[in-house]
């Protein structure tokens, strides 16, 4: 990196408080979204290489853009790395060396130490691992933090994601485990896939989908929000004998959870992939 490049990392001043997304894609897209429905004032910076990208940010939820990944990132009080797996490595290697800062992570199986590798000191990292329903304030973030990055600025990262929905911290070790079981495309897959079985026995699509919804969306409110156990709400839909009975045995007998097991399995194994 050229000297003047190195100038322009070092210049951030105390007042240069900015979050500075890298990456202006879909999770930056629902977190912005949800930050605003949180009326999150705080300066926001997004980077991306396409610039039509970053104009219908502005428009839409009123963030800076940069084009310029190196002034983006030397405005950042904290620093999120939002680009797929496969790009940030040489993301990161383009900043080196950057000051010290608080950089965080949304790359799915990328772990901490291949992080601290390639950008280096003294940059402090965290992992988090957002849901695209962040943009309606219901999102679930998973944290994992650097043994060096600050107790002070942990506990600001958890607040900063904790205005878009809940936030847990997760061991590294079961950040991949977390990170393909979490997605909301389970249940969104779920709702097409059973929809899709009723409108096959004559349901209308429409009715079809407020029936599937029922079952999924208001069901397992009812279990977060009640104080019941899951194998009791169970017992109460599925009576033996009944018709959810007969339905779910015949959905186990025909390999439904072989079927998410293997799918959880070979995302893990796909994580795996991106940390190498």
């Known amino acids: 990196m050229t000297g003047s490049l ?7 001043s105390a007042g240069k408080d900015a979050v500075v997304f890298l990456g202006g894609g879909r999770i930056t897209g629902a977190l912005l979204a949800g930050l605003r429905l949180a009326k999150y004032q705080g300066p926001i910076i997004v980077h991306d290489r396409h610039r039509g990208k970053l104009r219908e940010l502005r428009r839409q939820y009123g963030v800076g853009i940069e084009p310029d990944l190196t002034r983006a990132a030397a405005q950042a009080g904290l620093l999120i790395v939002a680009v797929r797996p496969d790009s940030v490595r040489g993301l990161l290697e383009q900043l080196r060396p950057l000051p010290a800062m608080n950089a965080v992570s949304l790359a799915a199986g990328i772990p901490l130490a ?7 000191a003294p940059v402090r990292w965290a992992r988090a ?8 304030g219901r999102g679930l973030t998973a944290l994992t933090f650097d043994r060096r990055f600050p107790i002070a600025a942990q506990r600001g990262l958890r607040k900063f994601f904790a205005r878009v929905g809940d936030v847990i911290d997760i061991p590294e070790s079961k950040f991949d485990a977390f990170t393909v079981t979490y997605s909301s ?5 779920a709702l097409a896939a059973l929809a899709a079985a009723a409108e096959s026995l004559g349901l209308d699509r429409e009715t079809a989908l407020t029936a599937a919804s029922h079952a999924l969306a208001d069901g397992i409110m009812a279990w977060r929000e009640g104080n019941f156990s899951l194998d009791g709400l169970l017992h109460e839909a599925a009576t033996p004998g009944g018709i959810s009975a007969a339905t779910l045995a015949a959905a186990d007998k025909a390999g439904y959870q072989r079927a998410v097991q ?5 995302g893990m194994n796909r994580a795996q992939k991106n940390a190498k």
């Open 6 to 12: 190195v100038k322009a990392l070092t210049m951030k």
């Open 114 to 120: 291949n992080l601290r590798r390639w950008m280096g």
């Open 129 to 136: 691992m957002p849901s695209p329903v962040a943009r309606s």
């Open 185 to 189: 495309s389970h249940g969104y897959h």
């Open 262 to 266: 293997a799918g959880l399995r070979m």
